[in-house]
C-alpha cells in the first residue's frame, strides 16, 4: 500500500491514506471483478473529512469529498479477459490507453512486484498521442464537450475512492476526475491509475467536461472539471524530483530552492508555470517589436556575422581561436552589431533590424549575462526625433503600456539627470533630487568641504529629503552615523568621507545638527537652502569628492531614503529619454578620455562647429532610454564621413595606423556615398524583466549563465582536448 503523496507527505496525509481501504489487485485474474468498499467506518469518514481539507488545494469541502466516496461504496472492475481476441490485446496493450472497454499491461508490472505505481501502466512502446485541446483552455463553455488533454500530472488526490489530479500543460491546468459509478464499464482501472498518478508524470487523458461543485476560483478552469473516460500513462518520472513543479506545492517549491539547484536543474525550473509565462512574455515582446518595425515602419530584419574580427568597443571580446589562419589569430563574437548595421546603411538597405546576440566579456553582475539579446536598428535618412519615435512605438507595442506612458516620452539632458538625480538613468517614480554647492560653498572653511573642492574635478552636493511628514519612518540619525546604513551605503560607493547631514531648521533659514557641519556652513546656509529648495524640517545629506563618486554616493543615497520611506510606487511607469550625452568620458585612473557610447557617435553639431579639432567637450546626439531607473536601450546620430570619425578616433588617443588597421573597412565605406544615419538598441533581456516584474534577468533567458559566466545545465565552459587545442596552435601552459 502505498502511504506517501509525493509532496503532500503530512501527518494528516499519511493517516487518512493508511485509513484508506485496501484496493483489490486487478488484471491478474483475467475475470470480472465486482467488489464493496469496507472501510467506510465512522470514524475513518470522519478522519478522512478532517484530512481532505489538507490535501485539497482546491476550495472544495471535505464533506462534497466524502459524499462522493460513500456514493461509490460499490465499484465494478472489468479487466482482460482471455476471451479477448489476441490481435484486439494487441493493439490495446501497445498503447496502454485505459478505457471503459480494454485490459492494461498491469498484470506483467505486477508481476515484477512494482505494486501499484505508475510505471506500471506505462506502455513498453512508443506512441505520439495528439490532443483535442489544452488544458487551460477549458471553461464553462466547454461543459458537456469531449476532449481529450496531454500534459503533466501536476498534482494527484487520492480521497479514499474518489480521485482527483490536475493535468497541466503549457496553458494551465485543469481538475480531471474519475467518473461516477456506472458511467465507465472500467472506472476501477482508470481509478487505480489515477490512484497511482505522481506528479509530473506525462498522461493522455480523454473525458467529458462538466461543472464543478465546489468552483476553485484561484485556477482560470476552477469552473469546471473534466471526468475522465480513459487515461494513457505515457511517462512516469524516474528520479525524484529536486523540486516541486506545481504552483499549488507550498513546501519544496523551486523558490525556495537555491539559485544554483534551479540553474542545475533548468529543464524542470523552466516547466514551472511561473517560467514558461516569462518565455512566453519574451516571445510576446519580441514579436509584437518585429510587428512594429516591419508593419508599421518597413524595416527588414538581416542577420549579422556571430565570427567577427576583435574591435575595441569597451568591454573584453569573447575570442575564438581559428584553425585555418595564421596562428594567434580569432575570430570575436560580437560585442554588438553596430559596425555591420552602419554599413548595411552605406549599402542601401535603409531600414534594418535584428533580434541580436550580443557577447561581452564583462564582470558580471545581476542584470549581466556573458551572451545577451538586443533589439538592434538603424535606419537612414531621418533626424534623432526620427529614430526616437520608432523607439517609443517599439516599446510601447513590446510593454503594452499604451494607456500609462503618453508619446513623445519625456526627455531631460544628461547634464540634468547628472545634477539632479547623480544619475544617468534617474528613476522618476520618486522626486528626491539633488544640488551641486561648489559655487556656494567656494569660500568654505569646513575642512572636508574645503579640501574636496581643491581638487579637480570635484564637487559637494547635496540631497534633500523631506521626511518631515513620514512619522515613524523619519530617517534616524542612527541610519546616517557611522555604521548606519546610509553613511556605509556611502562609503561604499567609494566616498570616503561617507554622509554629512543635518537638517533644515522651522526657520527656514538655519540649520540644525552636529556642531562641527551646522558652525562649518552657517555662513552659507541660507543660500544652501534657497539653492536647493529644502522645505523646514527636511533632511540635507551631503556628499564631497571627485564629482562621479558624489554623483554615484548620493545616487545610491536617495534609492536607499526612498525605499525607507516607502516612495515608489511598484505600479509606476517612468520613462524617459536621457539626451545629449558628452562625446567622451574621462579615465580617471587610465589618464585618458574614452567614449562615452561608443566611437561611432556623432558629435552635437553646434560643438562640432564651434571646435571641430577638439571634441573632447563636446556632446554626442545620443540618447539612452531609461524605465523605472534602468537603462533598457540607447542609440546615436552616427558620423558618416570619414574625417569626422578620423578626429574621433584620435581623440581617445588612436592613432591614425590604428585606427586604419582596427576600421580600416568602414573608413573606407564612409568613402563610398555613405548616407546620414542612426539607430538604437533595446537591451531585450532587461526590458522583458521589467514587464515581467522578474528580479534578476536570468529569469527571462531560458538559459542562462552565472555570475561567474558558467551554464550550471550543460557545465559550459568545458575543457577542451589537447588534440583540440594542438589544431588551433594552442599549447595548454600548467
Ligand atoms: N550598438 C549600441 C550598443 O550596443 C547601440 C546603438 O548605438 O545602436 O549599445
New binding site residues.
Given amino acids: 500500500m502505498r502511504i506517501r503523496i509525493l509532496g503532500t507527505t503530512t501527518k494528516t496525509t499519511n493517516i487518512l491514506l493508511l485509513l484508506r481501504r485496501r484496493r483489490p489487485s486487478t488484471s491478474t485474474t483475467h475475470t470480472t471483478t465486482t467488489y464493496t468498499t469496507t472501510t467506510s467506518s465512522r470514524s475513518a469518514r470522519m478522519m478522512m473529512s478532517f484530512c481532505c481539507s489538507n490535501v485539497m488545494p482546491s476550495s472544495s469541502s471535505s464533506q462534497n469529498y466524502s459524499a462522493a466516496r460513500l456514493r461509490r461504496t460499490t465499484m465494478k472492475t472489468t479487466t482482460t479477459t482471455a476471451s479477448q481476441p489476441r490481435k484486439e490485446r494487441q493493439k490495446n496493450n501497445r498503447r496502454t490507453i485505459v478505457t471503459s472497454s480494454l485490459s492494461s499491461s498491469s498484470s506483467e508490472s505486477s508481476a515484477t512486484g512494482e505494486g501499484n505505481t505508475t510505471k506500471q501502466f506505462v506502455s513498453s512502446l512508443l506512441s505520439w498521442p495528439t490532443r483535442t485541446t489544452l488544458c487551460g483552455s477549458l471553461d464553462i463553455s466547454s461543459v458537456g464537450e469531449k476532449v481529450s488533454l496531454c500534459g503533466w500530472v501536476d498534482k494527484q488526490r487520492d480521497m479514499g475512492g474518489i480521485c482527483f489530479a490536475d493535468v497541466r500543460d503549457h496553458s494551465g491546468l485543469v481538475q480531471i476526475i474519475g467518473a461516477a459509478e456506472g458511467v465507465c464499464e472500467n472506472q476501477a482501472k482508470i481509478d487505480e491509475i489515477l490512484s497511482s498518478l505522481r506528479s509530473e508524470c506525462v498522461v493522455k487523458v480523454v473525458g467529458v467536461v462538466r461543472e464543478r461543485n465546489n468552483k476553485n476560483k484561484n485556477i482560470k478552469t476552477g469552473e469546471v472539471e473534466v471526468e475522465v473516460k480513459s487515461i494513457e500513462v505515457l511517462n512516469v518520472v524516474s528520479k525524484s524530483l529536486p523540486f516541486s513543479i506545481s504552483e499549488s506545492e507550498k513546501s519544496g517549491n523551486a523558490e525556495k530552492s537555491s539559485e544554483e539547484v534551479r540553474l542545475k536543474n533548468r529543464v524542470l525550473d523552466l516547466r514551472r508555470p511561473k517560467m514558461l509565462k516569462n518565455l512566453r512574455r519574451r516571445h510576446e515582446a519580441i514579436r509584437q517589436m518585429r510587428k512594429v518595425l516591419e508593419e508599421e515602419f518597413d524595416f527588414m530584419e538581416i542577420e549579422t556575422p556571430v565570427l567577427s574580427r576583435p574591435t575595441p568597443e569597451g568591454a573584453r571580446d569573447y575570442l575564438v581561436p581559428a584553425r585555418t589562419a595564421s596562428a594567434g589569430s580569432c575570430y570575436a563574437l560580437p560585442?554588438?552589431?553596430?559596425l555591420f548595421?552602419q554599413m548595411l546603411m552605406v549599402s542601401g538597405c535603409d531600414r534594418y533590424y535584428q533580434v541580436a546576440r550580443?557577447f561581452r566579456d564583462e564582470d558580471l553582475r545581476a542584470d549581466r549575462q556573458p551572451e545577451f539579446t538586443?533589439l538592434?536598428?538603424?535606419m537612414s535618412f531621418t533626424d534623432a526625433d526620427g529614430i526616437m519615435n520608432v523607439a517609443e512605438r517599439v516599446f510601447l507595442e513590446a510593454s503594452g503600456m499604451h494607456k500609462k506612458v503618453q508619446q513623445p516620452f519625456r526627455r531631460m539632458t544628461y547634464a540634468e539627470a547628472m545634477e539632479k538625480y547623480g544619475s544617468d538613468k534617474p528613476d522618476l517614480r520618486f522626486d528626491l533630487e539633488m544640488t551641486t554647492l561648489n559655487d556656494v560653498l567656494k569660500d568654505t572653511e569646513f575642512p572636508p568641504f574645503k579640501s574636496a573642492l581643491e581638487t579637480s574635478r570635484s564637487s559637494v552636493k547635496v540631497l534633500v529629503v523631506d521626511d518631515s511628514q513620514a512619522g515613524k519612518n523619519k530617517i534616524s540619525n542612527a541610519k546616517l552615523k557611522p555604521k548606519g546604513e546610509i553613511f556605509e551605503d556611502a562609503v561604499n560607493t567609494g566616498s570616503a568621507n561617507g554622509v554629512f547631514f543635518c537638517r533644515v531648521a522651522e526657520d527656514g533659514k538655519t540649520l540644525e545638527g552636529a556642531k562641527g557641519l551646522v558652525e562649518g556652513l552657517a555662513k552659507c546656509a541660507e543660500e544652501i537652502i534657497a539653492k536647493s529648495t529644502a522645505p523646514p524640517g527636511s533632511l540635507l545629506l551631503f556628499v564631497a569628492g571627485k564629482t562621479k563618486v558624489v554623483n554615484t554616493a548620493l545616487d545610491k543615497v536617495r534609492h536607499k531614503c526612498a525605499s525607507m520611506l516607502n516612495l515608489i510606487d511598484p505600479k509606476a511607469h517612468a520613462v524617459l529619454w536621457v539626451t545629449d550625452f558628452p562625446m567622451f568620458e574621462y579615465n580617471e585612473d587610465e589618464e585618458r578620455f574614452e567614449a562615452c557610447?561608443?566611437p561611432f557617435?556623432a558629435p552635437n553639431t553646434e560643438d562640432y562647429e564651434k571646435n571641430p579639432d577638439d571634441l573632447t567637450e563636446a556632446r554626442a546626439i545620443a540618447y539612452d532610454l531609461v524605465y523605472n531607473g534602468v537603462e533598457i536601450g540607447?542609440?546615436?546620430l552616427r558620423i558618416y564621413r570619414r574625417d569626422v570619425q578620423e578626429k574621433v578616433f584620435k581623440a581617445i588617443g588612436m592613432s591614425t595606423e590604428e585606427a586604419e588597421d582596427k576600421f580600416g573597412y568602414l573608413l573606407e565605406a564612409f568613402q563610398y556615398g555613405a548616407p546620414p544615419h542612426g539607430?538604437?538598441?533595446i537591451g531585450v533581456d532587461r526590458l522583458v524583466m521589467l514587464l515581467c516584474g522578474a528580479k534578476s534577468i536570468r529569469d527571462v533567458i531560458a538559459f542562462p549563465k552565472t555570475t561567474t559566466g558558467q551554464c550550471l545545465l550543460t557545465r559550459a565552459p568545458g575543457e577542451a582536448t589537447t588534440e583540440q587545442l594542438a589544431e588551433l596552435n594552442i599549447r595548454r601552459i600548467d
Avoid: L
Fill in positions: 560585442q554588438s552589431p553596430q548595421k550580443c538586443q538592434d536598428v538603424e557610447h561608443h557617435t540607447g542609440g546615436s539607430g538604437f538598441a
